[in-house]
C-alpha cells in the first residue's frame, strides 16, 4: 500500500527564517498532495495542496513543489513567524479521497 | 467553507463499556466519511472509509468487530468503540468530503474525540 515518509521530524528556526519540510510518497498512482497545520489537541487545517498535473504552487508565505518523477513533494514557509509553530502533516492520496499521512514535523519557530 | 461536527468531544468511560462518537456535516452531503485515531505525538492513522448505505472499508490491523461504523445518512456517520480498554484511549479525528471521480475534493475534518479509557 501506501507509504508516506516525512523529514525532519522536528525543526527550530529563528523567526524570519525559512522552514521546509519533505516527504518521498510510495506509489505512482498517488495524485493529490495535502498538506496541514495541526495545533496542540485540534483538528488539522488545510494549508495548501497541489495536484500531480501541477509542480508548484504558492499561496504568500506558503509554498508547495512536487517532483513526480521522484515522488517526493516539499513545503517551503518563508519569513517564519511564532504563531507557525504547530506540526505539519504532510499526506497523499490516491484513490477513493483515502488520505495516508506523514509522520509529522514539529516546527518550533524562535523569537 | 464546510463545516464537520462531531460528538462528544470528549469522553471518559470504564474498560468494557461501548461508546459512540457521532460525524456531522453541517452543510454540505458527504459521499465519503473517513475514521482517524491518533496517539499521542503520533500521525493520524486512517481506521477506515465509511460511504454512505454501504458497509465500511476497514484499514488492515483495524477490528470491524470492535469499531463499529455506521454511515446512515448523507450527513452522519458513527463510530462505536466496543467493550473499550485502556489501550484504545485516543483522539478520534473524521472528516468528510464529497468525491466526484477522480476530482478529489478537500477533506474536511472534525475536531476530534478525545477517549479516555479507565
Known amino acids: 500500500g501506501e507509504n508516506v515518509e516525512q523529514h525532519p521530524s522536528t525543526l527550530s528556526v529563528q523567526e524570519g527564517d525559512s522552514a521546509v519540510i519533505k516527504c518521498t510518497y510510495s506509489d505512482s498512482a498517488s495524485n493529490y498532495f495535502p498538506w496541514y497545520k495541526q495545533e496542540l489537541g485540534k483538528r488539522p487545517q488545510l494549508i495548501i495542496d497541489i495536484r500531480s498535473n501541477v509542480g508548484e504552487k504558492k499561496d504568500q508565505r506558503i509554498a508547495v513543489t512536487l517532483n513526480k518523477t521522484a515522488k517526493h513533494f516539499s513545503l517551503h514557509i518563508t519569513e517564519t513567524q511564532p504563531e507557525d509553530s504547530a506540526v505539519y502533516f504532510c499526506?497523499?492520496?490516491?484513490?477513493?479521497?483515502?488520505?495516508?499521512f506523514g509522520q509529522g514535523t514539529e516546527l518550533s519557530v524562535k523569537p | 467553507g464546510a463545516v464537520v461536527s462531531q460528538h462528544p468531544s470528549w469522553v471518559i468511560c470504564k474498560s468494557g463499556t461501548s461508546v459512540k462518537i457521532e460525524c456531522r456535516s453541517l452543510?454540505?452531503?458527504?459521499?465519503?466519511m473517513f475514521w482517524y485515531r491518533q496517539f499521542p505525538k503520533q500521525s493520524l492513522m486512517l481506521m477506515a472509509t465509511s460511504n454512505e448505505g454501504s458497509k465500511a472499508t476497514y484499514e488492515q490491523g483495524v477490528e470491524k468487530d470492535k469499531f463499529l461504523i455506521n454511515h446512515a445518512s448523507l450527513t452522519l456517520s458513527t463510530l462505536t468503540v466496543t467493550s473499550a480498554h485502556p489501550e484504545d484511549s485516543s483522539f478520534y479525528i473524521c472528516?468528510?468530503?464529497?468525491?466526484?471521480?477522480?476530482?478529489?475534493?478537500?477533506?474536511?475534518f472534525g475536531p476530534g474525540t478525545r477517549l479516555t479509557v479507565l
Open positions: 472528516s468528510a468530503t464529497q468525491i466526484a471521480g477522480l476530482n478529489y475534493n478537500e477533506q474536511f
Open positions: 452543510d454540505f452531503q458527504a459521499t465519503t
Open positions: 499526506a497523499a492520496s490516491m484513490g477513493g479521497g483515502k488520505l495516508i
